[in-house]
C-alpha cells in the first residue's frame, strides 16, 4: 500500500464541525484539493478542499440559515443577483420580527416548502420575471388570489409598483374609525365622507348618510380606477395578471 493510499484510508470517516455548527465527516478523499464531505441531512459537498475541511468553511447547503428558513440548495448561489434579492426579500417579509413590527400585515405569511430552497425559487423567478420600464418590480402574493398569505409558484407574480401601490393599506390607515368600511372617515358634521387614493392626490367623492352609501362611491371607484390602470398596463403585463386586476372586487373591510 503507497503513502497516498494510506492517507485515504486514515482520513475517510475524520469528523469536524463547520462554522454552521453542523456535524461532517469525509465520505471519499481522493486527494486534499478533492474530497466528498458528508453531513447529518445527507447533503454531501463534493470536489472541496481537505484544508476548507479542517476551518470549517464547507457548508451545508440544504441547512435552513436565512430567517431560520431559507436554505441556498445551489452552490453557484450570488447573493447579488437579481433572484436571490427578491428570494431573501421574501422570506425576510414573512419571517423577520423586526420586518414585522414595521410591516404588520405579512404578520401569519409564509413561503410555501418550494421556495424555501432558493435554487428552486431562482428556476421560477428566470421563467416569470419581467420588467416595465422605469417601475420597480414587486413580487406580490394576494392580487392572483385574493387575501392569500402564501408565497408561492402558482400565487405569486411580478407586477409594477403603480400597480403594487393600488392594494395598498394607506385608505383603511388613516381611519380613525377603525370600524368604518374602508375608504370611508366620519365628518364632523357626522356625515359619511368617502375618498379613494388615485395616482399622487385624494379623491374626495362626496358626503353622504350612511357608511354603506359612502362605500359603495369608494367601491365604483376604486375597481373603476384600477380596470383603468390595468387598460393602461395592458400591453406590458401578464395577461393572468391583467385578467386578476378585471376580476377584483373591493370588499368593506379590505
Known amino acids: 500500500m503507497n503513502k497516498r493510499e494510506e492517507i485515504r484510508i486514515k482520513r ?17 478523499y481522493r486527494k ?12 454531501i459537498a463534493k470536489n472541496r478542499q481537505y484544508i476548507d475541511f479542517l476551518r470549517g468553511e464547507i457548508k451545508n447547503i440544504l441547512h435552513p440559515t436565512l430567517f431560520k428558513n431559507g436554505f441556498i440548495g445551489d452552490k453557484n448561489y450570488n447573493y447579488k443577483s437579481n433572484s436571490a434579492l427578491y428570494w431573501r426579500s421574501m422570506l425576510q417579509r414573512c419571517y423577520s420580527k423586526k420586518a414585522h413590527k414595521k410591516h404588520p400585515t405579512y404578520i401569519n405569511c409564509e413561503v410555501c ?3 424555501l430552497c432558493y435554487s428552486n425559487f431562482k428556476e421560477w423567478f428566470d421563467k416569470n420575471y419581467y420588467e416595465v420600464e422605469n417601475e420597480k418590480m414587486h413580487l406580490d402574493k394576494d392580487i392572483l388570489v385574493k387575501g392569500n398569505k402564501i408565497y408561492s409558484p402558482e400565487t405569486a407574480i411580478f407586477v409594477p409598483e403603480k ?3 393600488l392594494f395598498s393599506k394607506r385608505n383603511k390607515n388613516n381611519n380613525h374609525n377603525k370600524n368604518l368600511p374602508v375608504g370611508v372617515t366620519l365628518t364632523e358634521a357626522n356625515r359619511f365622507r368617502a375618498r379613494c387614493h ?15 352609501e359612502a362605500f359603495m362611491a369608494y367601491k365604483n371607484f376604486k375597481e373603476n380606477y384600477i380596470k383603468e390602470v390595468a387598460d393602461e398596463y395592458k400591453d406590458k403585463i401578464p395577461k393572468k395578471l391583467y385578467d386578476a386586476l378585471y376580476r377584483i372586487e373591493v370588499n368593506i373591510y379590505d
Open 12 to 28: 475517510i470517516g475524520e469528523e469536524n464541525t463547520n462554522n454552521q455548527g453542523l456535524r461532517m465527516w469525509i465520505c471519499d
Open 32 to 43: 486534499r484539493n478533492d474530497i466528498d464531505v458528508e453531513f447529518e441531512n445527507g447533503y
Open 113 to 115: 416548502e418550494q421556495w
Open 163 to 165: 400597480i403594487n401601490e
Open 198 to 212: 388615485r395616482k399622487n392626490s385624494s379623491v374626495h367623492l362626496g358626503c353622504f348618510d350612511t357608511a354603506e
